[in-house]
């Protein structure tokens, strides 16, 4: 019905103008609110608009946009309402009139300019509008990623990034974020085998987050704290510190030495096998987004006593466009479940069968062999990891990484993160 109106008020108009409708005597008036639709380009459609009591719909690049009218006020640009230098809102959200409606609306081929009721002008660039409202945002991908199983992995042949040039160049440091981001794990080869070289490595892309386990960690099998990866058994795959209110968001792995068998590492892409479930179960998959389930780490070992819990669904989704940006998956930390109802227990244990059945398909599993010398980083909020049992002394460092700094870097360097 609204594109019916629109082109019959097109035939009305009769003209090619691009803004303005002609009145008798070839007056141009400025559109106010009283005018219900409107268009530009009218040969090819290319813009289009309506006012409705409480918003401005607006269609560009094939997006249909519905932007509040307080929503269009708020984010206004101009000199007095944002500091270009800054990058900060100077305008009082506070001061806007909840039932606020312009008084006056324009379009010309790439420009929004609105006129409030103060004489206030807005405007505002159509790209601009159709990369930040609502129905832009559905269509985009927040973080670009390659999603995985070995074969996948092993075809890409991603390479490793020298430790010269990842510590000394831009390039380096950039080809390195890119994969990184893309498939949530990267290396760095020819680092010095010690925990003082492997900080440096560390600190290149983020701060290091310092948690209860110390700033840089080093252990070996000695059982010196409580928690399973200080022995030499098995590792089922799992991402860390999901006992965490926010877990750690990037997690490095330096094997300094090893004299023994055994102790491959296991790399699962979590999103892989989410997705996974996502086409083959999509309520399961949801059920997963929705239901918060605790995290647990109690310890008591020598002068080590923390009480840790944190809680969050098993799957983390923007609420926009539904994509994934975080799995919290560890069957050793999962605490009692006492927040998902009776009649919800069931149907949570389906879904969380499902997603661990694809995560233990032998397919999915990628196993490397960690060597001195050869750092690992790895997406904590995306990949899970593991170990297989071993023998004999073996060493290893690493840390946590801030997922911000990481970001922030990869961003300084033009990449999308």
């Known amino acids: 019905m609204w594109h019916q109106r629109l082109v019959g008020l097109l035939r009305l108009c009769g003209s090619s103008s691009p803004a ?16 219900r639709c409107h268009h530009t380009v009218p040969e090819s459609l290319k813009c289009a608009w309506q006012l409705h009591h409480d918003h401005l719909e607006l269609r560009y690049a094939n997006t249909l946009m519905r932007l509040d009218f307080v929503w269009l006020r708020d984010h206004c640009r101009s000199a007095s309402c944002y500091n270009a230098k800054t990058n900060q809102r100077s305008l009082d959200t506070a001061s806007v009139d909840l039932a606020i409606k312009p008084k006056a609306v324009r379009v010309d081929e790439n420009t929004l300019f609105l006129t409030w009721p103060d004489g206030h002008v807005t405007r ?11 129905e832009g945002q559905k269509q985009q991908v927040m973080h670009p990623r390659i999603l995985w199983n070995a074969e996948i992995y092993r075809q890409a042949q ?58 840089m960690w080093y252990f070996t099998s000695d059982f010196s704290r409580g928690d399973t990866a200080y022995t030499k058994l098995a590792l089922d795959r799992h991402t860390d510190t999901t006992y965490f209110q926010e877990p750690c968001g990037i997690q490095v792995f330096h094997c300094l030495k090893h004299e023994g068998t055994g102790g491959r ?12 479930v996502l086409q083959c179960a999509p309520d399961q998959f949801e059920l997963l987004t929705k239901v918060p389930v605790k995290h647990e780490y109690v310890e008591n070992v020598g002068d080590c006593h923390n009480h840790m819990i944190g809680i969050g669904p098993v799957l983390n989704v923007y609420p926009w466009n539904n994509e994934l940006y975080l799995i919290r998956y560890n069957n050793y930390d999962r605490a009692v479940i006492n927040t998902v109802p009776y009649d919800a227990v069931h149907r949570w244990y389906a879904a969380h069968r499902t997603l661990t059945t694809e995560l233990r398909r032998p397919e999915n ?16 909020w995306r990949v899970l ?33």
Do not use: M
């Open 365 to 380: 599993e990628l196993w490397v062999k960690l060597k001195p010398g050869k750092a690992l980083f790895i997406d904590n």
């Open 158 to 215: 991603v390479p490793s990034v020298d430790c010269r040039r990842f510590l000394e160049t831009d390039a380096g440091l950039k080809e390195f974020l890119q994969n990184f981001l893309l498939y949530g794990i990267a290396f760095v080869e020819n680092v010095a085998p010690t925990k003082e070289d492997t900080e440096i490595v560390a600190e290149r892309i983020s701060l290091i987050r310092e948690t209860i386990y110390g700033r």
């Open 20 to 35: 303005l409708l002609q009145l008798p005597g070839g007056t141009r008036p400025v559109l106010t609110a009283a005018t």
């Open 385 to 417: 990891h593991g170990r297989e049992a071993f023998t004999g002394y073996r060493q290893l460092c690493g840390c946590y990484l801030t997922r911000d700094d990481v970001l922030n870097t990869a961003r300084l360097l033009g990449l999308q993160a």
């Open 265 to 276: 590492t296991l790399l699962v892409d979590g999103f892989y096998a989410a997705e996974q």
């Open 124 to 134: 505002y660039g159509l790209e601009w509008l159709v990369k930040n409202s609502y």
